[in-house]
């Protein structure tokens, strides 16, 4: 295992390999052009292009593809080889600086939400030199962005770089004030930790629900689930730390910082917690550990689930963005300082927080919802769809305190005294207790809890970021025009946290009390994916993005289209999925059962007409009258979906799905479930929930 830090990165064409293949005027225009965020000119993109070819055909690469993150939420990729005949009929391995620079991959299936519709198919990736290639399965990947030709975003990439942008922006202007001038750059930094269930692959693949849908869409509850609490932090199982110890190594080369590894609440559940890295390589980083998962865990016989809720009655699966802001001198501006001065800026960064995550509720919300989180949120094993932000008592006192200082005391003008000389040091062990918190304060950073297993961190950490830089922006106004720094410094501290404290909840988030109470505070309390999304577009936010160049009104309007027919395709795939499983698979086992358990009754009574047959009767009795509530209530289903309009707005058509084709789907699992419970083992078509979660 000492071969580790060696191999670390060996599959990455990182800063190392560049500075030793690269002459070295390339290198540094490279990395200038990095700093200073411009293009290469093309001779610098040739040699580079030419090094990572090289450098990708040394390591058993004979392929390369602009590696990028459509609107699916996955990743995309086209693999082209480096040959290139020579007039000899031979071929040589070739890769131009046109070629690494930019791409176009028919882009005429991937979700636009309209935004290509006028401008025939064409999609364009162009590569994101602030993310390092690397070589997965032969081919070198290069990250790209992905736009169309009339150069809206069609990917989840762009997004993320550009409210990165917006951020540092102003988060330097706000720095400049405190005298921080060396700070080039603003950066944000993510650690993403990554819940899964793994479950036996053969077992997987009797289902079609896990198959087509990535959950179960029906299963009776197991006589023994989670209650114990014996597999929470529990030794981990041969066969799972095989898979385990195969994914660190490949994670690894690939230079992702995986750390931390442990079993999860649920039966079957685990983690991943990798070491935290800027919220671009963080993206990447994320989206390949998914991927991997998937891959390591088939070669084991293995099947990862990513899904946000596999099984209905045991946790579902989350991801934790942690998430802080750093200057490239090093400095977390999440921590509070030793200084009077450092803590006075901790503290506006932390009511800048506050203010933002208060004024932008709704959009947290959005950058968390799909189909599948929504069975997570709320469900009292994840934090409820009411945002509110837990910032511990300590730090909680020390702002109720400031507040209420109302007098100005000049003495304090001196040495930008807040009334507080050095922040109490906060405690990591104390702030990290709340597990409750949709958005906990945890010592340095923030931990935003809402976002399902499944999705990518790009969307959240491009809100974050914007609503950050939009609040800052707002700091930075008022502070620049102050007449006496401190003066405004000390009020706008006191002002923003007084106006935004109602979002403060450091109780527990799963209590029925906290509903109540926020809908007092006038807090929003979106359930479901189709709720949450109209806010996307609203005029505030059309207009914050616009303030940022974050999205342009139709690239909002785009991405508010595709999650919302998302969510409406998501709903009709699992209905279909279950009105099939129900007639091909649960009524042939139920009748086939139920015929055994006549003629038994009918044998017995031709043997001894006096034998009483109670049992098989009214067992059959029972399994007569659910078996035809199932089939009604797949009637029901059917002729549901049909009326389901294909050319209505998305969101009526996603509230459809909502209130007619989710409860027709509750109400049909429920008799199929029940069902299950009355069948025997031997008849019933599908592994059970018990096999599932405690086979492995
Ligand atoms: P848990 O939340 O389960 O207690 P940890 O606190 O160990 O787990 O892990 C939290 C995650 O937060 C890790 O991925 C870690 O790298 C990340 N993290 C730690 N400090 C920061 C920071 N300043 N910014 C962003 N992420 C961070
Ligand atoms: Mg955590």
């Known amino acids: 295992m000492n071969r580790i830090p060696e191999l670390f990165g060996t599959m990455v064409f990182g800063d190392e390999a560049m500075r030793e293949r690269l002459p070295a005027h390339v290198y540094e225009s490279f990395r200038r052009c990095l700093e200073a965020r411009q293009t290469l000119d093309l001779d610098v993109a040739d040699a580079m292009a030419t090094a990572m070819k090289d450098w990708a055909v040394e390591h058993g690469a004979t392929h390369y593809t602009h590696w990028f993150q459509p609107m699916t939420g996955v990743t995309a990729e086209k693999h082209d080889s480096f040959i290139s005949p020579t007039d000899d009929g031979k071929i040589i391995m070739d890769f131009s600086g046109k070629e690494l620079v930019k791409g ?9 939400g309209g935004l290509r519709a006028t401008f025939e198919a064409r999609g364009y990736t162009a590569w994101d030199p602030s993310s390092y290639a690397f070589i997965k399965d032969g081919t070198l990947c290069i990250p790209t962005i992905f736009y169309s030709y009339g150069g809206s975003v069609l990917d989840k990439k762009t997004p993320l770089l550009r409210s990165s942008d917006a951020l540092d922006r102003q988060a330097r202007r706000i720095l400049a004030l405190f005298g921080n001038t060396d700070v080039n750059r603003v950066i944000t930094s993510c650690g993403a930790e990554q819940e899964y269930f793994l479950i036996d692959k053969e077992l997987h693949d009797c289902r079609r629900d896990l198959m087509y849908c990535g959950r179960t869409l029906f299963g009776a509850k197991p006589p023994k ?37 442990h079993n999860e609440v649920a039966p079957a559940q685990h983690e991943l917690a990798p070491v935290f890295t800027d919220a671009n390589r963080a993206a990447d980083h994320n989206q390949l550990t998914m991927e991997l998962m998937k891959t390591v865990a088939a070669r084991h016989g293995l099947t990862c689930l990513l899904h946000e809720k596999p099984f209905a009655g045991v946790n ?7 998430w802080s802001i750093c200057t490239d001198t090093g400095e977390n501006l999440l921590n509070p300082g030793t200084s009077p001065q450092n803590n006075a800026r901790f503290l506006l960064f932390l009511v800048a927080m506050i203010k933002a995550v208060d004024e932008h509720q709704d959009l947290l919300r959005v950058s968390v919802a799909t189909a599948g989180n929504d069975h997570r949120l709320g469900g009292n094993e994840a934090p409820p769809a009411i945002i509110s932000i837990f910032l511990g008592d300590e730090l909680t006192d020390l702002l109720e305190t400031l507040e209420k200082k109302e007098t100005y005391d000049p003495k304090d003008h001196a040495d930008l005294n807040l009334g507080v000389d050095v922040l109490p040091r906060l405690r990591q062990d104390t702030t990290d207790r709340n597990r409750t918190s949709p958005f906990a304060f945890t010592g340095n950073k923030f931990e935003f809890r809402m976002l399902g297993s499944a999705i990518s961190i790009s969307c959240p950490n491009t809100i974050l970021n914007t609503i950050m830089a939009d609040t800052l922006m707002q700091f930075a106004d008022e502070l620049e025009g102050a007449e006496d720094f401190s003066h405004a410094l000390n009020r706008l501290i006191r002002r923003t946290y007084r106006e935004h404290k109602r979002i403060i909840f450091n109780g527990n988030n799963y209590s029925d009390e906290w509903t109540q109470e926020a809908e007092k ?18 005029d505030k936010n059309v207009a914050l993005f616009g303030r940022h160049a974050v999205y342009s009104e139709n690239e909002v309007h785009s991405r508010y289209e595709i999650l919302m027919e998302g969510y409406a395709k998501t709903l009709k795939i699992e209905a279909h999925t279950m009105l099939e499983m129900a007639r091909k698979d649960i009524f042939p086992a139920v009748c086939a059962y139920m015929k055994d ?23 059959l009795t029972r399994l007569s009258k659910l078996s035809s509530d199932l089939y009604r209530l797949t009637e029901t289903l059917e002729a549901d979906l049909a009326k389901a309009s294909t050319d209505a707005d998305c969101k009526e058509v996603a509230e459809f799905y909502r209130d007619i084709i989710l409860p027709d789907m509750q109400n049909l699992r429920e008799v199929a ?8 083992a031997d008849y019933w078509p599908y592994p059970t929930y018990g096999d599932l979660l405690f086979h492995v």
């Not at 579902?316 to 942690?322: P, R």
């Open 104 to 112: 176009e991959p028919d882009a005429s299936s991937f979700p636009s």
């Open 225 to 261: 689930g989670q209650e114990l609490d014996d597999h929470y932090f529990g030794a981990i199982k041969p066969r799972v730390q095989g898979f385990m110890n195969e994914l660190n190594l490949e994670l690894w080369k690939l230079g992702v910082y995986s750390k931390t590894e």
């Open 316 to 322: 579902g699966s989350g991801k934790h963005d942690n």
């Open 521 to 538: 505070r006038g807090l929003l309390n979106l359930k479901t994916t189709a709720d949450a999304l109209p806010y996307y577009i609203s």
């Open 597 to 619: 358990l006549s003629s038994t009754a009918m044998q017995k009574k031709s043997i001894l007409p006096d034998l009483e047959a109670d049992l098989e009767c009214s067992l």
């Open 673 to 680: 479930d029940e069902i299950e419970m009355l069948t025997g």
